[in-house]
Structure formats: structure tokens, C-alpha cells
């Protein structure tokens, strides 16, 4: 199985929206509404953002959101803080009880 | 609340084998599957497999097939996982995670992390 597909940077100023996509095949994110989404500091365990594709956990900022558009699903920042700073990850479900990640994508703010 | 303790560093010469613990609590651990993730250091996040206490499933990736097994102990609801004829790529920090109950299929609560390093 191959990892989903991600930018390796996106920057943006405070204040400002930023996307992130993550591409990847009708056996992942195109067959399955199970993508999700973990924001990682350095040193740190990765933190929930967004699952089941546009789904905020509780005590998630409504500044987060996702959507998804046939195999790419994004992760779209809005009101840019320094806090967001960090790494962001996609995952999918891929039936049969597996997963995939993607690279990862490093948010800076300007 | 919900809370995943791990294990502590781990130093392994290649070859050898390390066996992982994570302790839950807070929840029901039968009710939900553990998966376990790793990070090389400066690389990305690498999904490993899960195991499931209520229905005794495990998946692997099959990366890892032949090598990796997972397995909960119910009476102390401790998840762990084994790796064997370790690697020096095998180099990284092991994460455990909650699996989202409800036929969900997200992870929602995360251990802190063990680094594991394999050198001779």
C-alpha cells in the first residue's frame, strides 16, 4: 500500500487560510469516507484534528476543516495562529483493516 | 479520562528482539482496538498494524509481516508489541493509539511514545 500523497510545506501568514491536500487512489481516501487528519509538534505524540473526512473532535477549533473531492482530501486552516504550527498528517482507511499515511506536510507561519 | 502510558527507551543490537507496553485507562479496553505506529527520526509516521481484545483480530503491514505481533493483556488492559530480528532502520519512535469505537476508523487518543534504537 502506498502512502497518500502531500505537499511537504505550506506557509502562510498569521491571519490568513491555508490548504493541504492529500492525494490518494479509490482504495483509500476515493473508497472510504474514514479519512483523518493529526497535527504533530516536535517531540510530540500526533493530535487528532479532523476525522470521518469533515468531522471536528471536541475542542478542535471550527478554524480546522476537511473536506474531500474524490481521491484528494483536504485540510483547510483558517485565521492562521503561530500555534499551527507544526507537522500535519492524513490517514485513510483502506478496508481490510488496514491503514495508510500520508508524508506529512510542515506548516509554517510566516 | 482516557490515557495511554508506554513503556521506556529501549536499546536493542541488531538482530535482537523489544516488546513494547501500553497501559490504558479511562475506557473500556475491550470495547476498542489498539493500533501502533511508528516515526524514524525526521521522517513521517508509518502505520505498523492493530489488534482488536474484543474480537481478537490483528492486521499487520506487510512491511512488517512475519516479524511484528501485537497482542493485550485484558487483565491489566495493556496492549503491546513484540519486534523481532530488529534492524538498524527499525530505528524510531513507536507510538500506540486508541482506534475510535463504533465502526469508526480513526485514532483518537495517543500514547506518549517510545524510542526504540537498534545499534551494535
Known amino acids: 500500500q502506498s502512502a497518500l500523497t502531500q505537499p511537504a510545506s505550506v506557509s502562510g501568514s498569521p491571519g490568513q487560510s491555508i490548504t493541504i491536500s492529500c492525494i490518494g487512489t479509490n482504495n483509500d481516501v476515493g473508497g472510504y469516507n474514514y479519512v483523518s487528519w493529526y497535527q504533530q509538534h516536535p517531540g510530540k505524540a500526533p493530535k487528532l484534528m479532523i476525522y470521518?473526512?469533515?468531522n471536528r473532535p471536541s475542542g478542535i477549533s471550527n478554524r480546522f476543516s476537511g473536506s474531500k473531492s474524490g481521491t484528494t482530501a483536504s485540510l483547510t486552516i483558517s485565521g492562521l495562529q503561530t500555534d499551527d504550527e507544526g507537522d500535519y498528517y492524513c490517514t485513510s482507511y483502506t478496508g481490510y483493516s488496514f491503514w495508510v499515511f500520508g508524508g506529512g506536510t510542515k506548516v509554517t507561519v510566516l | 479520562q482516557v490515557q495511554l502510558i508506554q513503556s521506556g527507551v529501549e536499546v536493542r543490537k541488531p538482530g535482537a528482539s523489544v516488546k513494547v507496553s501500553c497501559k490504558a485507562s479511562g475506557y473500556t479496553f475491550t470495547n476498542y482496538g489498539v493500533t501502533w505506529v511508528r516515526q524514524a527520526p525526521g521522517q513521517g509516521l508509518e502505520w505498523l498494524g492493530w489488534f482488536t481484545a474484543y474480537s481478537g483480530n490483528t492486521k499487520y503491514a506487510e512491511t512488517l509481516q512475519g516479524r511484528v505481533t501485537m497482542t493485550t493483556d485484558t487483565s491489566t488492559n495493556t496492549a503491546y508489541m513484540e519486534l523481532r530480528s530488529l534492524k538498524s532502520d527499525d530505528t524510531a519512535v513507536y507510538f500506540c493509539?486508541?482506534?475510535?469505537?463504533?465502526?469508526?476508523?480513526?485514532?483518537?487518543?495517543w500514547g506518549q511514545g517510545t524510542l526504540v534504537t537498534v545499534a551494535s
Open positions: 493509539a486508541r482506534v475510535a469505537g463504533n465502526g469508526d476508523y480513526y485514532f483518537d487518543y
Open positions: 470521518g473526512v469533515s
